[in-house]
């Protein structure tokens, strides 16, 4: 190898600078190269010590550029100049070869059609370069690189220019770093996986970051192709108004997918890169943007992209834009007030390992993850479950009837809904009503608890004919003070003696909703068996009080199986679609697949089920669950309802229970059928003295059927399978079919025992 100089050419400019290019001619193996080398000097000699000092460091810094763009776009001697200046290189970063660029993540409903909202620190969504149109992706390459195609990484003719262009112009108005170069560049400093500081080295000025910029540019172009490079590049690229990426821009501009962008929008669009905040029309200048779009109009006309007749009809067409919003986070869901459901699903989110090992690191994977994930949001049961609650209540009242629709044998939650608005301010409210957490702890759900005392008695040896004399007030072994005791003992009484005394078996004891039997029954087979089963079933102890009594005085709860414990819709409506699926219980979820931008899907979300009751014992509450919602028995012992009008709503075999609390401060009611549980409470969440009242229970009732109708609107009619006749038992007196009449309420308890129960609890 030889070489030889020619002679040097000074060119000035101002008073100061100027700079010396000499030829320098290398000899290698196949022919002699030319290369030029630059020297920045000044026409004069500094004339303080801190001028000397600026132009060594300027003198070195233009030196070194101009070095690295002499030497590395041939690749002859890229291995010599690097290793001198920056040391041995280890392979790509990993963000490089695999990028891991934030994207935003989609929730749909569980259609996969119906767009709940997204999640995004960055908006942005990777597209294959095939549905982003040609003119946008020739426009970029006419705006930023021309010869992109044709350089190997870093160009020695752009930066060349671009540096003389910017020493003569006193300024930056070129860069001089080719798409590659930009696209490394991106990738670095938004790398999810590296720290705040790595990320701000990628943006340095020094030699040295450029050098290294250099080179991984150009050990890229060697393992992808030119269109991989480019694809890769218009999907991290920022356009300014918060979108990064081709696919966010052309929404956020034109509400359009970018396979569908005209000449002129994509000429808009190309020529935002450069100056994103400055030049966009909805931000920043659009006289900047219409005047920088012509730019690239032109250049696409110069690298022969477009026809100059093209460029002046796309120059003279009218900005129309369509800005477009990306929905935010739960508190912008566009589909039926999804924001309570939205909202549980993220802190379901926050508990899955699968996304990563800490709640920090699982809120960012939502964030920057870009997945796709297929919630179990029904949006029609959703949007009714909404309208029925808004029915009873409007959306800026106090009180509140949140409503769960659970699907039995897959855990999956159909609805979540409420009549208040989820949001901060105006009235809204970011609090779970429906599932529960944080503050709140829940409702009580009154007679509906009545289901567990049942259920413990059927496992353990009882039959549905198990008959009692239920007297008006029953004095039980609990011991008590006060209005509610006889002789220091708890003695409840039924609220409704007329139609509740008597002889009663499970049947018309949970038909009538008869409080002296099942606190007999509760008795018999223990307290502390009811509420484990109501535990085994999915019920949560989120209150202090409820959970100390369940860990530590579970065998003295005798009032627990008149619902004075507070649960939340969701935990009752998967509690009896555990029932509804004959005894299997599935914990609640709120997804049906979740599916990483490569394309694999993530193993969540699939239901999460195991065996709690036989499925004996499950048809047997099933079938004494038929009396309450004006339905009969597979044995003829219905004969009485606090519910009859569901029947008729509904339309096809049904069950389920209501629930009154203390002076009617909630009213609850909880239907299913084999295909769907339902549940709502009607409550001031806010204020538990604010009694809503016993006239309200007609329209839960009603709003929750509804919800139930739309629910298995076009499903198969099924039926319930009956319980074993061991499991029924044999009825000690016949018990006729009632006659057609109106159904009773659930009047609740007497407000003297419930006074003593709050008194106990609290």
Not at 155 to 166: E, K, Q, S, Y
Not at 242 to 255: E, H, I, L, N, W
Not at 582 to 588: F, I, K, N, Q, R
Request: proline share 6%.
């Amino acid at each position: 190898m030889g070489r030889g100089c020619g002679d040097g050419r000074r060119v000035g400019w101002g008073s100061r600078w100027q700079i010396t290019v000499s030829y320098l001619t290398i000899r290698w193996r196949s022919g002699p190269l030319v290369r030029a080398v630059a020297m920045l000097t000044p026409m004069s000699s500094p004339r303080t010590p801190l001028t000397r000092l600026l132009t060594v460091l300027l003198a070195g810094l233009l030196a070194g550029l101009v070095l690295a763009v002499a030497a590395l776009p041939g690749n002859l001697l890229a291995g010599v100049v690097t290793k001198a200046v920056l040391g041995a290189f280890d392979d790509l970063p990993a963000a490089l070869r695999t990028p891991a660029t934030p994207q935003r993540s989609y929730l749909y409903a569980n259609d996969g059609k119906t767009l709940l909202t997204t999640f995004y620190d960055v908006n942005r969504t990777d597209v294959p370069l095939a549905e982003i149109a040609p003119t946008l992706r020739q426009a970029i390459v006419a705006a930023e690189d021309r010869r992109f195609y044709s350089h190997g990484g870093a160009d020695l003719r752009g930066m060349a220019r671009a540096l003389v262009a910017n020493v003569t112009g006193g300024g930056t108005a070129q860069g001089g770093s080719t798409l590659t170069m930009q696209y490394v560049r991106n990738v670095l400093k938004t790398d999810p996986t590296a720290t705040a500081a790595q990320r701000e080295a990628a943006t340095e000025q020094t030699v040295g970051r450029k050098l290294q910029e250099i080179r991984y540019a150009t050990e890229l172009e060697k393992a992808l192709s030119k269109d991989e490079i480019l694809n890769r590049y218009l999907n991290i690229a920022y356009f300014g108004s918060g979108a990064y990426g081709v696919a966010a821009a052309s929404q956020r501009y034109f509400d359009k997918a970018p396979a569908d962008l005209t000449l002129a929008e994509s000429a808009l669009l190309a020529g935002l890169v450069q100056s994103p905040d400055a030049y966009s029309p909805i931000d920043g200048d659009q006289g900047a943007a219409l005047e920088r779009r012509g730019y690239v109009l032109d250049s696409m006309v110069a690298t022969g992209a477009i026809t100059a007749a093209q460029a002046d009809g796309a120059r003279a067409e009218k900005l129309t834009l369509r800005p477009t919003a990306q929905p935010n986070g739960c508190t912008a869901t566009a589909t039926a007030d999804a924001g309570f459901f939205c909202d549980y699903l993220r802190r379901w989110w926050l508990e899955q390992p699968a996304f990563g090992a800490t709640a920090q690191e699982r809120e960012q994977s939502l964030r920057r993850g870009g997945y796709t994930v297929v919630t179990s949001l029904d949006p029609d049961v959703q949007a009714t479950a909404v309208a029925e609650a808004r029915k009873v209540y409007p959306a800026d009242d106090e009180r509140a009837l949140p409503i769960a629709a659970v699907e039995p044998g897959t855990g999956r939650v159909l609805a979540l809904a409420v009549n208040r608005e989820y949001g901060v301010g105006d009235g809204r409210t970011v609090n779970p009503l429906v599932s529960g957490g944080g503050s709140i702890a829940g409702y009580q759900a009154g007679s509906t608890f009545k289901l567990f005392t049942m259920l413990a008695a059927l496992e353990n040896g009882r039959t549905l004919s198990t008959g009692f004399d239920s007297p008006s007030r029953l004095t039980t072994r609990f011991p008590a003070e006060g209005a509610a005791a006889c002789d220091g003992r708890w003695c409840p009484a039924n609220a409704n003696p007329a139609r509740m005394d008597g002889y009663r078996m499970m049947w018309d004891g949970f038909g009538r909703s008869v409080n002296t039997y099942f606190v007999w029954l509760e008795e018999q087979v223990g307290p502390a068996k009811v509420v484990e089963m109501a535990q085994r079933l999915g019920i949560t102890f989120r209150a202090t009080a409820d959970a100390d009594l369940a860990t530590h005085s579970a065998d003295n709860w005798g009032a627990f199986t008149l619902g004075v414990s507070a649960t939340t819709p969701l935990d009752l409506a998967n509690a009896y679609a555990t029932v509804a699926a004959e005894g299997t219980y599935c914990a609640p979820t709120p997804v049906v697949s979740v599916t990483a931008p490569d394309g694999t899907t993530v193993p969540v979300g699939t239901p999460s089920c195991r065996r709690v009751l036989s499925e004996d014992v499950a048809r047997a509450a099933t079938d004494a669950a038929r009396c309450p919602v004006g339905q009969q028995s597979a044995y003829g012992q219905c004969n009485g309802s606090t519910a009859g009008g569901v029947d008729r709503i509904v339309g096809r075999p049904v069950a389920g229970k209501t629930g009154s609390s203390e002076q009617n401060a909630t009213e609850t009611f909880v239907g299913f059928t084999p295909q769907v549980a339902v549940a709502g409470i009607a409550a001031n969440p806010d204020d538990p003295s604010d009694a809503v009242g016993a006239a309200v229970q007609g329209e839960v009732i009603t709003a929750v059927a509804r919800t139930i109708r739309t629910a298995v609107d076009g499903q198969p009619v099924r039926d319930f399978t009956a319980p074993s006749r061991e499991l029924a038992g044999t009825p000690q007196r016949p018990t006729p079919r009632p006659s057609p009449r109106a159904p009773e309420p659930d009047q609740g308890l007497p407000s003297d025992l419930l006074r003593w129960l709050q008194n106990r609890r609290g």
